[in-house]
């Protein structure tokens, strides 16, 4: 199932699915935070067809993928984060900065 995040904030689905603000992506339907997102209006529900064909689903130009790329975009940007961060929350961190920036234009 699609979905997109109709929020100003990155949605975190198990640690392991970052949304970013006005994001898509694919979701497992059964995991229950996507029943309560969904019921809150946080996430719709969106058809595949529906999705932007640059945002197809697959991995690409998505930014940085590991903890060492996210940090340096991170300290580029001159977002500060803690020293222990784990990589959803660094990925959070930059997804926020990027919709912050994108918003300031």
Do not use: S
Not at 12 to 23: E, H, K, S
């Amino acid at each position: 199932m699609w979905v997109k995040n109709t929020e100003a904030f990155v949605v975190n689905i198990g640690g392991t699915l970052v949304i970013p603000p006005l994001g898509k992506a694919e979701v497992d339907e059964r995991h229950g935070g996507i029943a309560r997102l969904l019921r809150q209006g946080v996430l719709t529900a969106t058809e595949a067809d529906e999705v932007d064909e640059a945002d197809d689903g697959q991995p690409g130009d998505q930014g940085p993928q590991t903890v060492v790329k996210l940090k340096q975009a991170l300290d580029d940007l001159q977002i500060g984060y803690p020293d222990n961060a784990r990589k959803p929350e660094l990925q959070a961190l930059y997804e926020q900065a990027l919709y912050e920036q994108a918003k300031g234009q």
